[in-house]
């Protein structure tokens, strides 16, 4: 069963003794023996809920809304309180889970809009930096705090530099998270030609470093060339399929800033607008990035990737920083 009928069945065994808790006139108290059947069912009902809003709308918005909803009862309970007697019912269940709910919903809305992130990587476009499976932190302010739900930047403490991981919102659809590296910022002139990258008309500086061996779908192994590569002050390494070519102009999308572009068989030159970057992953040939879908404005933004904490197929990957 998945985490979605789960979450169904829940509510629907969990309701009934919710609504039969409101409207009931039974005392509250001590001896109440439905005292931990209906605690179960308000926390069922909590959980589940809000799980379920997971399908219509995203994890920020939830948090926001739990930590509003818990705070506002906790609330009302302190003032209702000032005129409690020691002979007053026993709190009701939905006030007990609030206030309980409460400081650690908080804590992790604040923590995770203001200060680090997790995420997921679920494609190889930034391999060999990043591996499929990795869990990374992503620290949210290294580029100034910026407001919940909206983006919107308020305190700017610096700005994205060439090389550095970013995590931003996708911009043909802002709801989906993506990572690749910094290449191009403001005003930059990007391109790509012959599987070699250029900025303002120098090219980066590569190394050969081997091959690069990955399984593919088929089960059949696919073989890269594998490089070092400076861009900025961060040196990373990327990998290239050697008969690939370096773009297929046919899948570039038609975003906006395309006539900043000149788009060929052989690859690619941009002017990168103004409060916008260009984005590529590490994996060259297999990145769905700024070539195909356009640049990033700075409100898309949500911070710098800075460590793998995690990956359950890969424990050696644990603690692993991300240059």
Same mark, same amino acid.
């Given at each position: 069963m998945d985490l979605f009928k789960l !979450? %169904? $069945? !829940?509510?629907? %065994?969990? $309701? /009934?003794?919710?609504?039969? &808790? $409101?409207? @009931? =006139? +039974? /005392?509250? !108290? %001590? &001896? &109440?023996?439905?005292?931990?059947?209906?605690?179960?069912?308000?926390?069922? $009902?909590f959980v589940c809920g809000f799980g379920l809003l997971l399908k219509v709308t995203g994890f920020s918005e939830i948090l926001l809304a739990a930590s509003t909803l818990t705070g506002l009862v906790v609330l009302w309970n302190t003032f209702r309180l000032r005129n409690r007697t020691a002979t007053s019912p %026993? #709190?009701?269940?939905?006030? #007990?889970?609030? +206030?309980? *709910? *409460?400081?650690?919903?908080?804590?992790? *809305?604040?923590? +995770? @809009? *203001?200060?680090? #992130?997790?995420? =997921?990587?679920?494609?190889g476009s930034m391999i060999p930096t990043l591996r499929i499976g990795d869990f990374i932190l992503v620290n949210k302010y290294t580029y100034g705090l910026r407001m919940p739900i909206t983006n919107h930047s308020f305190v700017e403490l610096s700005h994205p530099q060439r090389g550095e991981v970013m995590v931003f919102h996708y911009p043909p659809d802002p709801s989906t998270n993506y990572i690749k590296r910094v290449v191009g910022l403001p005003g930059d002139v990007v391109s790509y030609q012959g599987k070699r990258l250029s900025i303002n008309g120098q090219t980066l500086s590569t190394v050969s470093d081997g091959s690069y061996s990955e399984l593919v779908e088929s089960l059949n192994t696919a073989q890269f060339d594998q490089f070092q590569e400076q861009l900025g002050t961060h040196k990373h390494a990327i990998i290239v399929a050697p008969y690939q070519p370096a773009i297929f102009p046919s899948q570039v999308q038609n975003y906006p800033g395309r006539d900043r572009c000149d788009v060929t068989a052989d690859g690619f030159t941009c002017t990168v607008p103004a409060g916008h970057y260009f984005m590529m992953g590490d994996n060259r040939d297999r990145s769905s990035d700024s070539r195909y879908w356009g640049f990033v404005p700075e409100d898309n933004i949500v911070g710098k990737a800075v460590l793998v904490w995690m990956n359950f197929n890969d424990f050696t990957r644990i603690g692993t920083l991300v240059y």
């Open positions: !979450g %169904v $069945l !829940g509510l629907l %065994v969990a $309701l /009934p003794v919710v609504v039969w &808790d $409101l409207f @009931s =006139k +039974r /005392p509250r !108290g %001590v &001896d &109440d023996r439905m005292a931990s059947l209906v605690q179960t069912a308000w926390l069922v $009902l %026993v #709190e009701a269940p939905w006030v #007990e889970i609030s +206030r309980s *709910f *409460f400081p650690v919903i908080l804590a992790v *809305f604040l923590v +995770r @809009s *203001f200060l680090f #992130e997790p995420f =997921k990587i679920p494609s």
